[in-house]
């Protein structure tokens, strides 16, 4: 069974920083593209960042130079710190296993998705102003 398990979110003041983590199993982690998602209240998820299986990276503009995905393929983790966060941070933070191989889009998030991933509960990251 597929599991997907993410953590690290909590409640931080605008210019924190939190680290995400999630940790798999019931996969071969080291064969699958990684994804953080998010989803705020009452708007669409959106792909926040991405990696391949070679340690390609993907960010939406938003987070560029703040946020960093990274994988442990010893550990069948991936990570997400994020710095210098912002108000509009808030929203539910998913991760997501998929068949990603990479995307010459700049809508990479697409290519995630139509890869139909596995995707963990979700943890909650809010920033106060």
């Known amino acids: 069974e597929v599991q997907v398990v993410e953590s690290g979110g909590g409640l931080v003041p605008s210019g924190g920083s939190l680290r995400l983590s999630c940790a798999t199993s019931g996969f071969t982690f080291g064969a699958y593209g990684m994804g953080w998602f998010r989803q705020a209240p009452e708007r669409p998820r959106e792909g926040v960042a991405a990696?391949?299986?070679?340690?390609?990276?993907y960010y939406t503009d938003a987070v560029k130079g703040r946020f960093t995905i990274s994988r442990d393929d010893a550990k069948d983790t991936v990570y997400l710190p994020m710095d210098n966060l912002k108000p509009e941070a808030t929203a539910h933070y998913y991760c997501?296993?998929?068949?990603?191989?990479?995307?010459?889009?700049?809508?990479?998030?697409?290519?995630?998705?139509?890869?139909?991933?596995?995707w963990g509960q979700g943890t909650v990251v809010t920033v106060s102003s």
């Open positions: 990696i391949t299986t070679n340690g390609t990276t």
């Open positions: 997501a296993a998929a068949s990603f191989r990479g995307s010459t889009s700049p809508d990479w998030w697409s290519t995630f998705y139509y890869a139909m991933p596995s």
